[in-house]
């Protein structure tokens, strides 16, 4: 069972569903989940999100600290932060009364488990 929420706990949570409630945020935060670290170009050919379009959507995932990022020459390579879903992800745990394992040094094995809790909230739905 999840502590209690603190306001400050709070304001952080519903700020960060705000940036993940944008299509274009959660399209380009589910394509880096799959596809690893990527340059704007790279991102813009696989999600087909244009630009400003895409520099805009990506600046706010930065801004959010969803996203980090990695210059190489002119190139800047963008990658998912991971960890800063957690509160998001705990709060939906205890909202659905699940237990998610928490993450396995091994990405194959955080990844299935992953994927079984989420087989599990939509059973439950």
């Known amino acids: ?52 379009g895409l520099s805009q959507q990506l600046a ?17 390579f963008y990658s998912l932060e991971p960890e800063a879903l957690i509160p998001v992800a705990r709060l939906l745990e205890n909202l659905a009364d699940l237990e998610i394992a928490p993450p396995a040094s091994n990405p194959r094995t955080a990844r299935a488990r992953a994927r079984n809790s989420a087989a599990t909230f939509a059973r439950i739905l």
Do not use: F, Y
């Not at 999840?2 to 306001?7: E, G, I, K, V, Y």
């Not at 935060?29 to 170009?41: A, D, F, N, P, Y």
């Open 1 to 52: 069972m999840m502590n209690a929420l603190t306001d400050k706990d709070i304001d952080s949570i519903v700020d960060m569903l705000k940036v993940l409630g944008h299509e274009l945020r959660l399209k380009l935060i589910h394509t880096l989940r799959q596809v690893g670290e990527k340059s704007v170009g790279e991102l813009e050919t696989l999600t087909g999100i244009g630009q400003p």
């Open 60 to 76: 706010i995932l930065r801004k959010a600290e969803l996203v980090r990022t990695r210059r190489e020459s002119k190139l800047v």
